[in-house]
């Protein structure tokens, strides 16, 4: 089993910066995809960002450009660094890792992040 814990989540106001953190524990196989996810109130959730061990990233056109995802495979902690945000990024956070065939893997319980002035 795998456990996922978020931190940084936070109120902002919008242009603000916030970063994200996700660390990862247990049996950990080392070919991994670990990203993030949001879900806003009566909307299903979407993907982030994602970013595989050896350091491909995929991002959501809607965050391109202000959002940057990383990760530590030493570490097992993933990050999301999100400037420029905008009320529109209000959602709860999650982290994910998945393993190659997976098709959910597993979820970390989230972590708020409200845009508001």
């Known amino acids: 089993q795998v456990q996922l814990v978020e931190s940084g989540g936070g109120l902002v106001q919008p242009g603000g910066s916030l970063r994200l953190s996700c660390a990862a524990s247990?049996?950990?196989?080392?070919?991994?995809?670990m990203g993030w996810y949001r879900q806003a109130p009566g909307r299903q959730r979407e993907l982030v960002a994602t970013?595989?061990?050896?350091?491909?990233?995929n991002y959501a056109d809607s965050v391109k450009g202000r959002f940057t995802v990383s990760r530590d495979n030493a570490k097992n902690t993933v990050h999301l660094q999100m400037n420029s945000l905008k009320p529109e990024d209000t959602a709860l956070y999650y982290c994910?890792?998945?393993?190659?065939?997976?098709?959910?893997?597993?979820w970390g319980q989230g972590t708020q992040v409200t845009i508001s002035s």
């Open positions: 970013i595989t061990r050896s350091g491909s990233t």
């Open positions: 247990g049996s950990i196989f080392s070919v991994n995809t």
């Open positions: 994910n890792l998945r393993y190659p065939g997976q098709s959910q893997g597993y």
